[in-house]
Structures are given as structure tokens and as C-alpha cells.
């Protein structure tokens, strides 16, 4: 008798609830089944409510991982095209104003890295890569298979859609998650970020682990959980993994909005943009070159001498993409102005997000458009003094209608209090977890 035969969804799903342990048969069945359609979305759906409140081991979470990646295609990246350099890859978890992928990914393949980049659209209050850079007039996502090996080849980066053979399993089972608030739970996260990772065929991985209020996770002590389990899963499967916990209480640069974004990612290439977005791109840059083997290479440097904004102009235009078109402008704007006197003491990254995907930067469901041009542009950052008038933040958007929802949300974003109150501010890079 066949497994198919002998197996039910509703005993695994029983035994979860439970708090029992899955066997590895229980996890490959239920994998292939769910994602062939032979286990219905709602059984899916109980059992990751289940794992969600019951968790799962490492043994389950290196399991699930695995079945995970063996649902769809496993990529391997011929020698002919990686011509003796490492292939490394950054993996963000989602953060509010999280533009570093742009810069860093042309900034790592200029210092002798090859960085397949297989990125994912924005849903809910974080953006997605793929949203940023479609922003820029001309650029695609979709690459084949040649033509993403061509682009490895001479340019040194790709900034692509993942193939519906990555994963498929975890396609299938994040959009699930994310309507039945089932994303939050670590065993899920970690099994499908390294799943799609590990598919992917790179030889080393940092990940960008965000903390805080515009972040998935909101503490240190479950961020770092989440980095030890991944790196973990890494380790087993020989991909050298590092993981940074970095601050998403506040968000990134000063800009959260696609066509805003690149915008500033392109003063981060031309030696410029904001000395956080710099510090982040700079440190996850010397792991990635330090995982990669590649030594004594600075790659501030390569910031300064303008070959990082060379290779970003390559790898836009090898996607159609005209780096020197410009980028779309709002049909409006709206700059929301302080009240009161004092000290800017936080800017919570939740609520600029969240107004940022209210103006049109994100979308509620899969199949909407977004607005190229819409987004916060934030003009004032913790520690700063401020008067009543002051521009705290420029709204921009098509839908202007949106702008009075919008700023009522950045009022909850900001808290001034009396000048000499004490402004606490954790470091940028909290934290590196290693094998
Ligand atoms: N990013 C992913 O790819 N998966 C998750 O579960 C969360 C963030």
C-alpha cells in the first residue's frame, strides 16, 4: 500500500494540535500533497495555525524545509557562468524603507561576487524589491533561465523574479499564511526564507534580520531565535549563512515609496544618500564578501570610485530598464507639518509604512497595481529639534483623496517631548549570529 493511501491530513493536523512531533514520512506527504492539491488550502491552513501556537522542532523545520525545496526545481549555477567567483546572496526578513538590496546587490558583484538576486513582490506595510525597481522606466522582472545565467555571466548581478518552479510549495503556502495570520511563527519563516535560499544554489547567504516595530518580529530574543534557526538549516544544507539582527524600529533612510526609493538607493551608489542606508549596505556587503572568500577588497571604496554605480547601471539597462530616464513624480504632494516645539525622541517605522501603502506604494491583494511614484518622504529623524511648522513628512500619491488617512497615521509615527529628554536609540547592527 502507498502512502498516499495509508496517510490522512486530518491525523497529521490532530497530532500537531497536540503537540506532537511530525515523523519526516507525515511532513513529505503533506508537502506534496498540499502542494499538488491533494491537501485542501483549509487543512493547510489548521495545521499552520497549529505549528503557529505548538511550534516545531529542528529536526520538523529541517524536514519541512526540505520537503519544501524538493517540491519544485533545485538551481545549480555552472561554472562557465560564476568563471571562479563566488556566488553570494542577501535575504532580507521585511522592513519599513528596506531599500538595501538595490545598492548592494551591484555593489558586491562590483567588488568580484556573483549575486543572483531572486526577489519577491511587497504585500502589506513592507515593500517589495520588485515593486522598487519597477519603478525605473523599461525595467523587467520576468528573466529565463539563459538569460539570467547571461546576466551572471557579465554583469554580475541580477535582481529578478523567482521561476514558479522555486519552491513552489512555499509560493503556495506564504499566501496562505499571510490571510490567515499564520506569518508569524518562526519554524515557518526560517523553512520558507531557506527553502527558496537553499533552492536557489548560492554558495553563501547573509541575512538581514529585522527587530522591531515595522518589522515581523518585534524583539531581540525572537529575532534572534529566528537567526539561529536559519543559520542552522543553512549549516546543514552547505550554505554558509550569517545573520545580522538590525534595528526596524525606525525606518530606513528617509524614504518608503518605489520610485522614492530608488531614488535614494541611487544616491547611496553615487556616494551619497543616508548615512544609515550606507552603514547597513556597507556591513552587509563586507559579510557577504567575507562569506564569499573575497579579501582585501573595501567596498566603500567601490561606493567612492563609481564602480558599484557602473555595474547598477549595467544590470538595469541588461533588463530593459534606462537608468537615466526619470523616475515617475506623484500627480500630488502633501507635507505634514509639526505642532508643537521640542525634540523628535522616535519615529516608529510601522505607521510610515503603513501610510506609505495607504498613498498606493503596496497592495492588498496579490493582483493590484501599485503607484510607481506614491510614498513618505521623512524629513526629520530622532534626536532632531523641532518647531510647530517644521516639515516632519512630503506625502506623495496619485490618489490624493488618501492623503487625510495617510497623515493621520504619521501622527501616531512621531513623539516630541520637551528639548533634554534623554533620545535612546539601539544600534543599527544589533547583533551577529554564525554557525
Ligand atoms: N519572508 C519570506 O520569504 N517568508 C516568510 O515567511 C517571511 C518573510
Known amino acids: 500500500m502507498t502512502a498516499e493511501v495509508t496517510m490522512r491530513a486530518v491525523d497529521v493536523i490532530r497530532a500537531k494540535r497536540d503537540g506532537q512531533v511530525l515523523a519526516d514520512d507525515q511532513i513529505d506527504w503533506l508537502i506534496a500533497g498540499y502542494t499538488d492539491g491533494t491537501v485542501a488550502e483549509e487543512q493547510m491552513s489548521a495545521l499552520a495555525m497549529a505549528i503557529l501556537f505548538n511550534g516545531m522542532c529542528q529536526q520538523e523545520i529541517s524536514r519541512w524545509t526540505e520537503a519544501m525545496i524538493a517540491s519544485g526545481e ?41 549575486v543572483p538576486q531572486l526577489a519577491g513582490r511587497g504585500l502589506g506595510h513592507t515593500g517589495g524589491t520588485l515593486d522598487k525597481l519597477a519603478a525605473i522606466p523599461g525595467w523587467r522582472s520576468a528573466l529565463t533561465g539563459p538569460e539570467l545565467l547571461r546576466q551572471l ?31 508569524e511563527s518562526i519554524p515557518l519563516i526560517a523553512s520558507s526564507i531557506m527553502s527558496k535560499k537553499i533552492a536557489e544554489g548560492t554558495d553563501g547567504l547573509v541575512l538581514d534580520v529585522k527587530v522591531g516595530s515595522g518589522a ?9 531565535e529566528l537567526a539561529r534557526t536559519m543559520v542552522a538549516l543553512g549549516a546543514e544544507h552547505g550554505l554558509r549563512t550569517v545573520a545580522l539582527l538590525t534595528d526596524m524600529d525606525t525606518p530606513l533612510g528617509q524614504t518608503a ?34 562569506i564569499g572568500g573575497i579579501t582585501g577588497i573595501d567596498p566603500a571604496e567601490r561606493l567612492r570610485d563609481g564602480s558599484a554605480m557602473d555595474c547598477w547601471r549595467r544590470m538595469i539597462r541588461a533588463q530593459g530598464g534606462d537608468p537615466d530616464a526619470p523616475l515617475p513624480a506623484a500627480v500630488e504632494t502633501h507635507v505634514v507639518r509639526a505642532s508643537t ?46 518647531r510647530p511648522g517644521t516639515p516632519l513628512f512630503t506625502l506623495h500619491s496619485d490618489t490624493p483623496e488618501r492623503f487625510d488617512q495617510a497623515a493621520t497615521v504619521l501622527r501616531e509615527a512621531v513623539t516630541i517631548e520637551p528639548t533634554g529628554v534623554p533620545v535612546e536609540r539601539p544600534p543599527l547592527v544589533i547583533e551577529r549570529v554564525s554557525a
Open 74 to 114: 533545485r538551481i545549480r549555477l555552472p561554472a562557465e557562468t560564476l568563471r571562479g567567483r563566488p556566488a553570494v546572496d542577501k535575504h532580507s526578513t521585511g522592513g519599513v524603507g528596506d531599500k538595501i538590496t538595490l545598492p548592494l546587490a551591484p555593489l558586491v558583484a562590483s567588488c568580484g561576487a556573483v
Open 153 to 183: 555571466d557579465e554583469v554580475g548581478a541580477v535582481i529578478c523574479a523567482a521561476t514558479g518552479d522555486l519552491a513552489p510549495a512555499d509560493r503556495k503556502l506564504y499566501a496562505l499564511r499571510d490571510v490567515t495570520a499564520t506569518v
Open 216 to 224: 515581523f518580529l518585534k524583539s531581540v530574543d525572537q529575532a534572534r
Open 257 to 290: 515609496g518605489n520610485a522614492l526609493e530608488v531614488r535614494e538607493s541611487v544616491e547611496v551608489l553615487a556616494g551619497g544618500g543616508p548615512a544609515d542606508v550606507v552603514e547597513l549596505t556597507l556591513a552587509l556587503a563586507r559579510e557577504m564578501l567575507a
Open 341 to 386: 516645539a521640542g525634540t523628535l525622541t522616535r519615529l516608529d517605522a510601522y505607521p510610515v509604512g503603513l501610510a506609505a501603502w495607504i498613498l498606493g506604494a503596496g497592495r492588498a491583494r496579490r493582483e493590484d497595481p501599485v503607484q510607481a511614484a506614491a510614498g513618505v518622504e521623512t524629513h526629520v529623524r530622532p534626536g532632531l529639534p523641532v
